[in-house]
């Protein structure tokens, strides 16, 4: 008998949501996602999360992101602020600053929601528009 772990498809690893193109989502997963895609549809939040994510060591400082913007300093906290409460980073204040760092969590379940099942084709109506 194998001793590997089974994987339920169309699930993440924690079985906690179904991808969209198994089974639809509930009221309240659909309201969560909905801040979240929300909170990355404004391109300097996206690129601020792109940012902290990819920065070397897991984390940067508030005073190495701002320069990276034509914004006041207000504005890229207002954007860290909803990021932060989207679930998507969080901080930590040392002394003057405030370091920021990914959630992983949240984007493996945005990954996890949005990647087709594996042997799940696509419809042939889907992919035509797909292509066109």
């Given at each position: 008998?194998?001793?590997?772990?089974?994987?339920?498809?169309?699930?993440?690893?924690?079985?906690?949501?179904?991808?969209?193109?198994?089974?639809?989502?509930?009221?309240?997963?659909?309201e969560t996602l909905a801040?979240?895609?929300?909170?990355?549809?404004?391109?300097?939040?996206?690129?601020?999360?792109?940012m902290i994510a990819s920065?070397?060591?897991?984390?940067?400082?508030?005073?190495?992101?701002?320069?990276?913007?034509?914004?006041?300093?207000?504005?890229?906290?207002?954007?860290?602020?909803?990021?932060?409460?989207?679930?998507?980073?969080?901080?930590?204040?040392?002394?003057?600053?405030?370091?920021?760092?990914?959630?992983?969590?949240?984007?493996?379940?945005?990954?996890?929601?949005?990647?087709?099942?594996?042997?799940?084709?696509?419809?042939?109506?889907?992919?035509?528009?797909?292509?066109?």
């Amino acid at each position: 008998m194998s001793k590997q772990e089974l994987v339920v498809l169309g699930q993440d690893a924690e079985g906690c949501c179904p991808a969209l193109l198994t089974a639809p989502l509930e009221e309240g997963q659909a309201e969560t996602l909905a801040k979240v895609f929300k909170a990355l549809g404004d391109p300097i939040r996206l690129r601020l999360l792109s940012m902290i994510a990819s920065r070397a060591g897991g984390e940067v400082c508030v005073c190495d992101l701002t320069p990276a913007f034509d914004v006041s300093q207000p504005t890229i906290s207002h954007h860290l602020k909803l990021l932060k409460q989207a679930g998507l980073i969080d901080s930590e204040r040392r002394g003057t600053w405030v370091y920021y760092r990914l959630l992983p969590q949240m984007t493996d379940q945005l990954a996890a929601i949005l990647t087709r099942p594996a042997g799940h084709p696509l419809s042939e109506t889907v992919a035509a528009g797909a292509a066109s």
